[in-house]
């Protein structure tokens, strides 16, 4: 079964410096990978999916994230972090039949 | 495009008692997903329906069980509430089964599940 691991529950970052929100997964074959962004009492929205087609995946709201099979890894960044972004942010991983969160990190933007 | 619509928002009920949620899928997408998301908690996932039949669950008992209607509509029924069944219950529509391509699920805003 596929498995992904976030690092770090929360992170805090000032507004204006960078975002970088950890994500691993555990796939024996090429996963289907994604990044869902969740707001206080609202349902997920889906901020970028890795397609096979780019290891480098652009999203919405300036997001981006980087496939990197040696590692294992599908971390978020965003160059300059804006108020706005403070939200709860998962990683995602399918299989057939099957969508596994990680446990999520929340985002704190200081001013 | 009308997105996932999820009713009711809010609901309390008590231990033992039986509860049907309900979520109208976006437009066109055949597969509907069910998810249970814990106060802190990432969701996680119940079961999927494509094309009216179950064609993927997660770890949870039979007394959570679902329907998908033609009409792009499904319920997710839960029998014999338990407190810890006290959840944020999320549906979600693609236009194809989870893990067969890189569907990206559009989710509802949620039901809001309180057992007591």
């Known amino acids: 079964a596929q498995s992904v691991t976030q690092l770090g529950s929360h992170v805090s970052v000032s507004e204006g410096a960078l975002v970088l929100l950890r994500c691993n997964y555990s796939?024996?074959?090429?996963?289907?990978l994604f990044w869902y962004v969740q707001y206080p009492n609202q349902g997920l929205q889906l901020l970028l999916k890795?397609?096979?087609?780019?290891?480098l995946v652009k999203g919405i709201n300036g997001f981006e994230a980087e496939f990197k099979k040696s590692e294992t890894s599908f971390h978020l960044t965003k160059p300059s972090a804006h108020m706005s972004d403070a939200a709860e942010y998962f990683c995602?991983?399918?299989?057939?039949?099957?969508?596994?969160f990680g446990s999520g990190t929340k985002l704190n933007v200081k001013p | 495009e009308t997105g996932v619509t999820q009713s009711p928002t809010h609901l309390i009920k008590t231990r033992g008692q039986q509860v049907t949620l309900r979520c109208s899928s976006q437009?066109?997408?055949?597969?509907v997903s069910w998810y249970q998301q814990a106060l802190g908690q990432g969701p996680q996932f119940i079961f999927q329906?494509?094309?009216?039949?179950?064609?993927g669950r997660g770890n949870f008992p039979p007394r959570f069980s679902g329907l998908q209607f033609p009409n792009y509509s499904s319920e997710l029924n839960v029998n014999a509430l338990e407190l810890d069944d006290s959840a944020l219950y999320l549906c979600?529509?693609?236009?194809?089964?989870?893990?067969?391509?890189?569907?990206?699920?559009?989710f509802g805003s949620g039901t809001r599940l309180t057992v007591v």
């Open positions: 437009s066109g997408h055949n597969t």
């Open positions: 796939s024996s074959v090429p996963p289907y």
């Open positions: 979600a529509s693609s236009p194809g089964p989870v893990g067969s391509g890189d569907y990206g699920y559009t």
């Open positions: 890795y397609t096979s087609a780019a290891t």
């Open positions: 995602a991983v399918s299989d057939p039949g099957k969508f596994y």
């Open positions: 329906y494509y094309r009216e039949e179950e064609n």
